[in-house]
């Protein structure tokens, strides 16, 4: 991703729904609708489960809805698909926690991803059932929660 789309403010929707005709032109409908510019599509159908699946992010720049209008706005659309929809917003970065175990490599690939605005969220929790990565999370200002765990415990400590 270059320095210009990352500087770009865009909404991305998440869809998945029944497949049925004309679902592209009614979404993307709705953001030329209000003055919105599609910068990013994605699309695919589940043939066996009947199941549309879109990812659509588009330029908030001379989008004539407020974006707390957004979601109630598409909803009046996705209801009558019986849709169901997420919302983001590229300038508000996900809180995420990483699950690791002793293996170092990708807890350290995602956050020097995520120092180097590479991987663009907040990381405050790491989370391992090993306590040799703890230094790591202190390293990066992420809290570290040990999860201890034993054959005895392990079902229980799995489903927390």
């Not at 029944?18 to 990013?40: E, R, S, T």
């Not at 508000?92 to 293996?103: G, N």
Request: aromatic share 10%; net charge negative.
């Amino acid at each position: 991703m270059g320095n210009r789309e990352r500087k770009l403010k865009t909404a991305t929707l998440l869809i998945s729904c029944p497949d049925q005709p004309g679902l592209v032109a009614k979404i993307a409908n709705f953001i030329y609708a209000n003055g919105g510019n599609i910068i990013h599509a994605d699309q695919h159908t589940d043939f066996e489960k009947g199941l549309f699946l879109t990812r659509i992010e588009w330029q908030l720049e001379n989008f004539n809805l407020p974006r707390e209008l957004i979601d109630p706005a598409f909803g009046a659309i996705a209801q009558p698909l019986q849709a169901e929809w997420q919302l983001h917003f590229s300038d508000t970065l996900p809180r995420i926690a990483i699950w690791v175990s002793k293996q170092d490599h990708c807890l350290f690939d995602l956050l020097w991803r995520q120092k180097a605005k590479e991987f663009l969220a907040e990381i405050p929790l790491i989370i391992s059932n090993h306590q040799e990565l703890k230094s790591v999370g202190e390293e990066f200002g992420a809290d570290f929660y040990y999860i201890p765990m034993t054959q005895e415990n392990k079902a229980e400590q799995e489903a927390k």
